[in-house]
């Protein structure tokens, strides 16, 4: 009897467009939020594991996954052994730096502290810009940073920008485009066998 393939799903904002197009490709998942809540599901031929967006490529590297589904943003920011197959082209968001409006242009040169969950990717905007600011790292709400007195600015994702409207800050600069990534374990991608060489195919032809 084959093992079925594994296969790490991102909860969060990413999770309802990722399911349907896994649905779209055969894989039997619901886009139902509450599927999402259960650690582990076996469907058939497959099975299903519900991580943390950060930590689908975990998975992949170490082989819980054979194969994952992670933002090209977390692959930048944590890059990991893993093989990028394809660009899904759902999911899209931007990286951006942003600050208070005023009154007049913001120049980020005179940035002292920047909040962020992407420490690295901040890190190389700045140096690249000749910008000497301190990076704060925080895990949540790094949006209110500025309105609090912790930074001078943020880096953080945005798919609207309603957030950082609703918090007084304009994005100043877009550090990148993220969208949703299909990522494979090196051992798993040179070992496939020919039911996951067709799957791939599949998702291929639905993201042309």
């Not at 968001?93 to 909040?115: K, M, T």
């Not at 494979?184 to 996951?196: E, G, Q």
């Amino acid at each position: 009897m084959t093992a079925p393939l594994s296969l790490a799903v991102p909860r969060g904002r990413m999770f309802a467009p990722v399911a349907r197009l896994l649905r779209d490709s055969g894989v039997p998942i619901e886009d139902a939020d509450g599927i999402a809540r259960e650690l582990a599901l076996d469907r058939g031929d497959w099975r299903l594991l519900f991580t943390r967006s950060r930590d689908v490529s975990l998975f992949v590297e170490h082989g819980v996954a054979a194969v994952g589904v992670a933002g090209k943003d977390t692959l930048l920011e944590d890059p990991r052994p893993v093989v990028e197959v394809l660009d899904l082209g759902i999911g899209l968001c931007r990286l951006v730096i942003a600050a208070r409006a005023g009154v007049g242009p913001i120049d980020l040169r005179a940035v002292r502290r920047v909040a962020t969950k992407y420490p690295r990717l901040t890190g190389e905007y700045l140096s690249a810009r000749g910008i000497d600011a301190q990076i704060l790292v925080m895990h949540g709400a790094v949006e209110s940073a500025p309105g609090l007195g912790l930074a001078d600015a943020i880096v953080d994702l945005v798919q609207t920008g309603s957030t950082l409207e609703a918090n007084g800050l304009i994005a100043v600069d877009t550090i990148l485009a993220s969208t949703a990534r299909l990522i494979v374990n090196p051992v798993a991608y040179r070992l496939r066998t020919s039911a996951f060489r067709d799957w791939m195919e599949v998702l291929r032809c639905l993201c042309a």
